[in-house]
């Protein structure tokens, strides 16, 4: 069963707290993404990647920090710097850039 | 950064009517793609279109990309209550760029 995962589903953390969001893909695709998405806001990339062991910033990166050590794997942690963490996360992947992006179903992270 | 708009932000529709949601660059685009999102989903791709004034069909959906490669629309007839959702559009030319999407909500 091919394609995107994201866990959990659901997130609760205390303010102050860094907190590593999962993606993983078994589509073979080389490049991943991170977007947030708040209430009428559409999706605002965060980080993407297009090659294990790179990545470039998105447009709103300060706060969030990834890595991408497997083809398959694209974690995002979110810092105590982030001001505003409380929003949807969606990861993608996609086989190249400009090309149709796969989304995972995301992860709804609510910091108290 | 390149910027993709869309118009409407938000659109109310009738059940069984016709509506059209668009997408507009500043600059010409390798390619245009369709997204949809379900209230509480995630966004799923629908269709993309690569040649100037190309026109694509998925049953009541109709896409078309402009002569010029920097404008797209989605047109929907016979609008159904399965239609709810947010549409994206996504352009660019060495990296994506989505709009904010256009919120359809249908009256029954």
């Known amino acids: 069963d091919g394609g995107i995962t994201q866990s959990p589903k659901y997130l609760f953390r205390k303010e102050g707290q860094n907190v590593t969001l999962s993606c993983e893909q078994n589509l073979n695709h080389d490049a991943m993404y991170w977007y947030r998405q708040d209430p009428g806001q559409g999706l605002r990339l965060i980080y993407y990647?297009?090659?294990?062991?790179?990545?470039q910033k998105g447009d709103i990166a300060e706060g969030y920090s990834v890595s991408r050590e497997k083809k398959e794997s694209f974690p995002l942690t979110v810092t105590s710097a982030q001001k505003n963490p409380t929003a949807f996360y969606l990861c993608?992947?996609?086989?190249?850039?400009?090309?149709?992006?796969?989304f995972g179903p995301g992860t709804r992270l609510t910091v108290l | 950064g390149q910027q993709v708009m869309q118009i409407p932000q938000y659109q109310h529709v009738q059940e069984g009517e016709d509506f059209t949601t668009y997408c507009n660059s500043s600059t010409t685009l390798s390619n245009i793609q369709w997204y949809k999102q379900r209230p509480g989903g995630h966004p799923v791709f629908l269709i993309q279109l690569v040649k100037s004034g190309e026109v694509k069909k998925q049953k009541r959906l109709t896409f078309q990309f402009g002569e010029a490669k920097k404008n797209s629309s989605l047109h929907i007839t016979a609008t159904q209550t399965t239609d709810v959702g947010t549409y994206f559009c996504a352009g660019g030319n060495n990296r994506l760029a989505f709009g904010k999407g256009n919120q359809v909500v249908v009256i029954p």
């Open positions: 993608a992947s996609s086989r190249g850039l400009a090309v149709p992006q796969y």
């Open positions: 990647s297009q090659i294990v062991n790179d990545f």
